[in-house]
């Protein structure tokens, strides 16, 4: 018989009979054993079945050794399919386990995680002071558990809880299942809690930080001048601006338009106005019926006085530049 | 007294020490075992309990590309199987010498 063909059927008989195994299982428990027939076939004479007993028998062993009970052929209940799909769960878990091992440096995923196991007794302790200031104070979430607003009552029940916590951690894997479901359960507990804690906190942090930030704005900053219209939509020159106290506001560039000497001898004359730069209107505003409108944007604006336009506003318009007719046609 | 039945309870500790100084593959580790003495060990019972001992967390594998035949899986002790391996020792010692005392105050020839 040829050797491949020999092994080939070898290996089909150990699958037929592992049939009953959950796929993940059952290729574990094969992926030795071609190469295994190989090393068994290149050792001497005789047939696979001479040395190693048929395929059923080697099926059967493996499966004893391995801890996986005797093959099932009757019809299976409920509780088998319940077994089956915990053990296909714990199957797909023990190869995450494995797959995810290499990503953070070590064989097993579990292994890098039983080396934090202490890391999470401390937290869980840090979490149970938590737990006890927020459940009987009342307080919101912070970095110490102040119990009656005292620091150092907020170490000592930092201290006692981390203590207990890792107390309790070296003692896990002795107690009986139902307490250790019951700490597991709190810890479950314990992690929401955390979670939902560090989110509110994170929250009051963020209010904070955008207050602080809406303060220090200046939004006037970029003013370099400022222009005054009447209700008509009119220009107005030698503007002067106060607050509320009766002092002169001061903001632009004054030396916008004018030199410095220039500047002073203006302020001596009718005081700091506005606009520093009459002849140079930045915009048009929409024209009233009954006003004129400027001729020309750029040229010196000529405002001429209307009927409706009340005489005795301290403000006046004064014509700055050479007064000129406006041009009708 | 059929050594296979012996075999079953401490099969387990012989694949832990001979995997002790060196890893191996599957063959490999059934040749070592053969070498130690062990000469009725079933080739099927070694891939089951390595299949095991890996489930239980006490052994890495890795693969080594081989230039003839199939890839070959290596099998190693890990921290908690070295932790492992120490534990069952010494409680075989102890069952030995207690079994060895026992024959020996009956009288049973060694």
Redesign the interface.
């Known amino acids: 018989m040829n050797v491949a063909t020999e092994q080939d059927e070898y290996l089909d008989g150990v699958r037929r009979a592992l049939a009953d195994l959950d796929p993940a299982t059952r290729d ?2 094969l ?6 027939l ?3 076939a290149a050792e001497g004479e005789g047939t696979l079945v001479e040395r ?1 007993g048929p395929p059923e ?12 009970g005797v093959a099932r052929t009757t019809a299976r209940g409920i509780d088998d399919r319940v077994a089956a799909g915990v053990r296909r769960l714990r199957g797909a878990l ?1 190869v995450a386990d494995r797959k995810a091992g290499p990503v953070l440096g070590y ?2 995923a ?2 890098f995680l039983r080396m934090l196991l202490p890391a999470w007794w401390v937290l869980r302790g840090y979490l149970v002071a938590m737990a006890i200031t927020v459940l009987t104070t009342g307080s919101g979430f912070g970095l110490l558990p102040r119990l009656g607003g005292s620091t150092l009552a907020a170490v000592l029940v930092l201290a006692v809880c981390v203590l207990a916590s890792i107390w309790l951690g070296r003692r896990e894997a002795g107690l009986r299942p139902v307490w250790r479901a019951g700490i597991a359960l709190g810890g479950l507990f314990l992690f929401v809690f955390g979670l939902v804690g560090f989110d509110k906190a994170d929250d009051h942090g963020t209010v904070w930080f955008d207050q602080t930030q809406t303060v220090s704005v200046n939004q006037y900053e970029y003013v370099r001048d400022v222009y005054v219209y009447d209700q008509y939509g009119n220009p107005l020159t030698n503007v002067r601006l106060f607050d509320q106290d009766g002092n002169p506001i001061q903001i632009g560039d004054p030396y916008r338009c004018l030199s410095f000497d220039d500047y002073k001898a203006k302020v001596e004359a009718i005081g700091e106005t506005y606009p520093y730069c009459p002849q140079r209107p930045p915009y048009l505003v929409a024209p009233q019926p009954g006003v004129v409108a400027p001729p020309d944007r750029g040229e010196p604006i000529v405002v001429s006085p209307t009927p409706t336009e009340p005489t005795d506003t301290p403000a006046s318009p004064e014509p700055t530049g050479t007064p000129e007719p406006t041009p009708t046609n | 007294m059929d050594t296979t039945q012996l075999l079953k309870g401490v099969l387990d500790l012989a694949v832990l020490a001979v995997l002790k100084d060196e890893d191996g593959y599957g063959y490999d580790i059934l040749r070592r075992l053969r070498t130690a003495g062990l000469d009725e060990v079933g080739d099927a019972s070694v891939y089951g309990t390595l299949r095991r001992l890996f489930q239980a967390g006490l052994l890495n594998t890795y693969v080594v590309p081989s230039e003839e035949g199939p890839h070959r899986k290596y099998y190693g002790l890990n921290a908690a199987g070295r932790d492992q391996l120490n534990r069952a020792g010494k409680t075989w010692r102890n069952f030995a010498s207690t079994m060895d005392a026992l024959l020996d105050e009956r009288g049973v020839a060694a």
């Open positions: 574990e428990l992926e030795d054993l071609p190469e295994h190989t090393e068994v190693l028998a080697y099926a059967a062993e493996m499966r004893a050794a391995a801890g996986l023990g064989g097993r579990s292994e």
